[in-house]
């Protein structure tokens, strides 16, 4: 059984900094793609960026690219989503995802954590 757990989550004034965490139960972060995915009350759940499963290539949505950073933390077995310049639009719960292919479909991935929440004021 694989568990995922995000943290780091809260309140954070616009223009401002957040640094979550997705850390796994097992070693599976250093073998699949983690992906962040963010979902508003009503809404799709959407994609944020992703992580491959070995080296450290990243890829992120047009809304985010610039903006967030996604690092790999083998040794913590755990993947970091830095959020900077952070803008109301962002105010969501963001939810870590592992799978074994690299996708912006929250559909391929096969792991997901609990979410965290995030709100922005302006």
């Known amino acids: 059984q694989v568990q995922l757990v995000e943290s780091g989550g809260g309140l954070v004034q616009a223009g401002g900094s957040l640094r979550l965490s997705c850390a796994a139960s097992?070693?599976?972060?250093?073998?699949?793609?983690v992906g962040w995915f963010r979902q508003a009350p009503g809404a799709e759940r959407q994609f944020v960026g992703l992580?491959?499963?070995?080296?450290?290539?990243?890829y992120f949505a047009a809304s985010v690219k610039g903006r967030f950073i996604i690092s790999r933390e083998n040794a913590k077995d755990s993947v970091s989503l830095q959020m900077n310049s952070q803008k109301p639009e962002d105010t969501v719960v963001y939810y870590c995802?592992?799978?074994?292919?690299?996708?912006?479909?929250?559909?391929?991935?096969?792991?997901w954590g609990q979410g965290t929440q995030v709100t922005v004021t302006a």
């Open positions: 995802a592992v799978g074994p292919h690299m996708s912006a479909s929250a559909g391929s991935y096969v792991y």
């Open positions: 097992g070693r599976i972060l250093s073998y699949w793609a």
């Open positions: 992580i491959a499963g070995s080296g450290s290539q990243t």
